[in-house]
């Protein structure tokens, strides 16, 4: 059994934009909390409810990595010790958005995206 990451938007509707392992879930949690604190930056993400779900805020959590991003060094994939956080989130937010999107580090290279599919099909085929 999985955990998954949905997205809430302003209208209160919702979105499961990733699909993990337990583990990678909390992982993936417990690395934005550690960025949130590093870059003094809200994430919108909120812990575990207990019901194997994470929620995070569709406004918040693309003005977070926005700012990651611009980081400068520790956005950057060749030495990034979050390069693989930085994956997945660009995946999150391709599914918040339903577009597709480039991250481009400083020093010209280009973010691999790790995506989990869309749970909704009609969403899905958006992003082909």
């Known amino acids: 059994m999985g955990k ?3 997205a809430k938007f302003e209208d209160q509707s919702e979105r499961i934009v990733a699909d993990f392992s337990n583990g990678r879930a909390d992982l993936f949690y417990e ?7 590093f870059l003094q930056t809200p994430s919108g993400m909120a812990p575990d409810n207990g019901s ?18 611009q980081s400068g060094w520790l956005s950057d994939i060749e030495s990034s010790f979050v390069i693989g956080w930085a994956e997945h989130a660009a995946g999150i ?8 999107a480039k991250w481009i580090d ?3 290279r280009t973010l691999k ?4 599919p869309l749970h909704n099909s009609n969403l899905e085929n958006l992003l082909k």
Do not use: C, D, H
Not at 31 to 37: R, S
């Open 113 to 116: 995206i790790k995506r989990s």
């Open 31 to 37: 690395v934005t909390t550690l960025l949130e604190k």
């Open 106 to 108: 400083r020093n010209g």
């Open 93 to 100: 937010l391709m599914n918040i958005s339903l577009n597709s």
């Open 52 to 69: 194997n779900e994470y929620y995070l805020s569709a406004t918040q959590f693309p003005e977070f990595f926005e700012v990651f991003w």
């Open 4 to 6: 998954y990451i949905i």
